[in-house]
């Protein structure tokens, strides 16, 4: 069964720690692997990933894949309040063609407090 | 600058009741796609419509059907909701297969 792992589920951290957000996938065919970040309505695209190896960066916010060992990290450094959401890890898998279906994970809820 | 607009942002049924729930988008994207999330399990796939005029089932399509009236427009629809139904929905669409899946603010859906 093709699933995706997050962890941790939930995480309470200080304005300015750095935090660490994981991602591991068993799945079929695999094709990227994208994060994405949802406060209280929509989830908001932050990366998608392709190559293993490859740190993309934006900002604050980092993400790499190990496609050897099937995980993902996101990485928030020097966190802000604006930064609590809950961030979502979604596989995508490759049928073939342009339609290739996400898998999501259940999301990490990240609280910074002041 | 609208992207992916659903409607209504909020609803209450009763058991039996039906409904559509509209989505559109503005970005010319060929891939359209309905999704619920609910506590504790993530988002799962409801249907999919990878280019005008088709439509195809996801992981949890019963219950649900779906119409690709347009490019533009992708509706999900309940002919008898059910309590298990209640759930936030979310519409997502797509350019291409090495773009991400844009998101709309979803439609929460209360059934008594």
């Known amino acids: 069964e093709d699933k995706v792992v997050q962890s941790p589920l939930s995480l309470v951290v200080h304005e300015g720690d750095t935090v660490t957000l994981n991602c591991s996938y068993e799945?079929?065919?695999?094709?990227?692997l994208l994060w994405y970040k949802q406060e209280k309505k929509a989830p908001t695209f932050l990366f998608m990933l392709?190559?293993?190896?490859i740190e993309k960066k934006s900002g604050r916010l980092s993400s790499i894949l190990d496609k050897k060992e099937l995980f993902s990290i996101l990485n928030i450094t020097a966190t802000q309040t604006g930064d609590s959401a809950v961030y979502l890890c979604?596989?995508?898998?490759?049928?073939?063609?342009?339609?290739?279906?996400?898998?999501f994970g259940k999301g990490t809820k990240l609280s910074v407090k002041p | 600058n609208a992207g992916v607009t659903q409607t209504p942002k909020f609803q209450v049924l009763k058991t039996g009741q039906s409904m559509t729930l509209q989505c559109a988008q503005d970005?010319?994207?060929?891939?359209m796609y309905w999704y619920r999330q609910d506590p504790g399990m993530g988002l799962r796939l409801i249907y999919y419509?990878?280019?005008?005029?088709?439509?195809d089932k996801g992981e949890v399509p019963n219950g649900y059907n779906v119409s690709r009236l347009n490019k533009r427009e992708f509706s999900l629809r309940l002919e008898s909701a059910a309590p298990s139904q209640t759930s936030v929905y979310f519409c997502?669409?797509?350019?291409?297969?090495?773009?991400?899946?844009?998101f709309g603010d979803g439609t929460r859906l209360s059934i008594l």
């Open positions: 419509s990878a280019s005008e005029g088709t439509t």
């Open positions: 997502a669409s797509r350019l291409t297969g090495n773009q991400p899946q844009h």
């Open positions: 392709t190559s293993s190896g």
């Open positions: 799945v079929t065919n695999f094709r990227s």
């Open positions: 979604a596989v995508e898998m490759n049928y073939g063609g342009s339609q290739g279906n996400l898998i």
């Open positions: 970005m010319n994207h060929n891939s």
